[in-house]
């Protein structure tokens, strides 16, 4: 006598292998639908004609012949100029970008102490690769880095490091 067709082993095998795919594709989903890692801005023309604006504050750093020591150490952040014609302990505009977090990124006013060092407490300590930018007040001159920190040894900030 011939079992009925539930009780046999290939219907349920060919029945699960699809049943298996949909359960992935529903998985995945999910997972993509959980607020991702934003690579791509929204408006990536209209950063790209800033970027080409953004190039004469380099030229405008390089004119004045600016580095800075950039240090990290924990959550403290130290900024001190090594050369360049500014104004003596003109306050500054650092920004923290993370490459794949855009919601790490920040940006901070820094004014020096009476020895001319800039420095950043912050809430914790960061880690990995992190791009820093350093603005003029005015935004008159930029510089900017990609760095690994934490950074105990320091890193000059010039105007090549683009």
């Not at 100029?81 to 790490?104: C, E, M, R, V």
């Not at 420095?119 to 960061?126: F, G, H």
Request: charged content about 20%.
């Amino acid at each position: 006598m011939s079992q009925p067709w539930y009780r046999q082993f290939w219907p349920w095998f060919l029945i699960a292998l699809p049943l298996c795919a949909v359960v992935a594709s529903v998985y995945t989903a999910i997972i993509a639908s959980r607020g991702g890692v934003n690579l791509v801005a929204e408006d990536y023309y209209k950063q790209g004609k800033e970027i080409n604006q953004d190039l004469s504050k380099f030229h405008r750093a390089e004119a004045l012949g600016l580095t800075f020591d950039l240090r990290v150490e924990g959550n403290t952040i130290t900024v001190r100029k090594l050369t360049g014609d500014i104004l003596p302990n003109q306050a500054l505009f650092l920004s923290l970008f993370h490459p794949t977090l855009s919601g790490h990124d920040s940006e901070h006013l820094l004014t020096a102490d009476a020895s001319g060092t800039y420095r950043l407490v912050l809430d914790a300590p960061i880690t990995g690769k992190w791009q820093v930018r350093l603005d003029a007040f005015n935004h008159e001159w930029r510089l900017q880095e990609t760095v690994r920190l934490p950074l105990p040894q320091g890193q000059v900030l010039d105007p090549k490091g683009r």
